[in-house]
């Protein structure tokens, strides 16, 4: 994922900003928009890879200080995709509490010991991260009920699980475990998501012999985990990792832009995004050999915008189609 990020390029269209510049030096302060990487002119609905073998994708900036993507070659694009957007997903995993039969039968009773196994991970826009494991311990009590319930109790009360994983005891045998949402921290790599496993090892401590001693209860996985799409959070993040020419990170224009990272980033809006992935293939060094190096470009369109997303689709779509890699259509 880093590797991707390095070399892609975000562009953000503002809010409320439409796309309808008839030209490079009449594009509004955030507009995106197409040219032809060649001429500078915006590339019309409807035209094709023969009318303009080379694009940038170009957002309108202050005082014509516009951002471009890499130039993207027709000839070299790997794939255009799109997605809507969608909230978040916490992970939930239920547990029901009865005697278990895998590997081994118990008839649960007063003092057996159940092990609930959690090893969680923080889910980012880098990838997973860091993996920890945790073991919470309950004993067997009265019925499955009451266990259910001290179980949940003891994943509330323990001090690092708690941060991060919620449990409750809503049905006579049940124990259900919900990821909680993690508070955004532009300081600690922004947005994380806890993405976890789990599962249940059962003691019978009156089993004397040790292969016979042991057995397990499996979590269903009542909701998957989903990172969401086009949340401002992920965008956010995906534009300070990529966005090197403003913000914090600039050093090539000063003074450095006060207030910061998120340049483009509207608090309230959510986001469609586009990917486009091409290779960049130039001279080597030595001006030997012809190199491919593998880009992207990531256009992200605030979904209540739906003209700024009619529009590009109808400049990018006819063009992408008439591309060697013949793409179909996105249409969002």
């Known amino acids: 994922?880093?590797?991707?990020?390095?070399?892609?390029?975000?562009?953000?269209?503002?809010?409320?900003?439409?796309?309808?510049?008839?030209?490079?030096?009449?594009?509004?302060?955030?507009?995106?928009?197409?040219?032809?990487?060649?001429?500078?002119?915006?590339?019309?609905?409807?035209?094709?890879?023969?009318?303009?073998?080379?694009?940038?994708?170009?957002?309108?900036?202050?005082?014509?200080?516009h951002d471009l993507s890499q130039v993207i070659q027709g000839k070299n694009v790997r794939g255009w995709k799109g997605n809507s957007y969608a909230a978040l997903t916490a992970q939930v995993d239920t547990?029901?509490?009865?005697?278990?039969?895998?590997?081994?039968?118990?008839?649960?009773?007063?003092?057996?010991?159940?092990?609930?196994?959690?090893?969680?991970?923080s889910n980012d826009i880098w990838g997973k991260q860091r993996q920890d494991r945790r073991v919470i311990q309950v004993a067997w009590i009265t019925d499955d009920a009451t266990t259910a319930t001290a179980l949940a109790a003891a994943v509330n009360a323990d001090e690092y699980v708690s941060n991060y994983i919620t449990a409750t005891a809503p049905g006579a045998d049940t124990v259900v475990l919900t990821a909680k949402a993690q508070t955004y921290n532009v300081n600690d790599n922004g947005f994380r998501q806890v993405i976890f496993d789990s599962a249940i090892e059962v003691e019978d401590i009156s089993q004397t012999t040790e292969s016979l001693r042991y057995s397990k209860l499996s979590a269903v996985k009542t909701t998957n985990p989903s990172p969401g799409v086009g949340t401002v959070n992920i965008v956010k993040d995906l534009e300070r990792a990529t966005k090197y020419s403003r913000g914090l990170s600039n050093f090539t224009k000063f003074p450095t832009p006060t207030g910061a990272t998120d340049t483009d980033?509207?608090?309230?809006?959510?986001?469609?995004?586009?990917?486009?992935?091409?290779?960049?293939?130039?001279?080597?060094?030595?001006?030997?050999?012809?190199?491919?190096?593998?880009?992207?470009?990531?256009?992200?369109?605030?979904?209540?915008?739906?003209?700024?997303?009619?529009?590009?689709?109808?400049?990018?779509?006819?063009?992408?189609a008439s591309c060697p890699g013949a793409f179909a259509n996105v249409n969002l």
Not at 96 to 115: K, Q
Not at 280 to 290: E, I, K, W
Request: aromatic share 4%; glycine share 4%; net charge negative.
């Open 95 to 121: 547990f029901t509490i009865t005697d278990p039969t895998s590997p081994v039968p118990v008839e649960l009773a007063t003092g057996d010991l159940l092990n609930l196994v959690i090893v969680m991970q």
């Open 265 to 320: 980033t509207e608090s309230t809006a959510t986001y469609d995004m586009y990917y486009i992935a091409h290779d960049h293939v130039h001279p080597s060094a030595d001006l030997n050999n012809q190199i491919a190096s593998p880009c992207g470009t990531i256009i992200a369109i605030p979904s209540a915008n739906t003209t700024v997303t009619t529009a590009i689709e109808a400049i990018l779509n006819p063009w992408m």
């Open 1 to 65: 994922m880093s590797q991707f990020l390095e070399n892609s390029t975000l562009l953000i269209n503002k809010l409320s900003v439409a796309t309808d510049a008839t030209s490079i030096a009449t594009l509004a302060e955030g507009e995106l928009n197409v040219i032809n990487a060649k001429t500078g002119a915006i590339l019309s609905a409807g035209a094709t890879y023969s009318d303009a073998p080379e694009i940038q994708i170009v957002r309108g900036g202050a005082s014509s200080d």
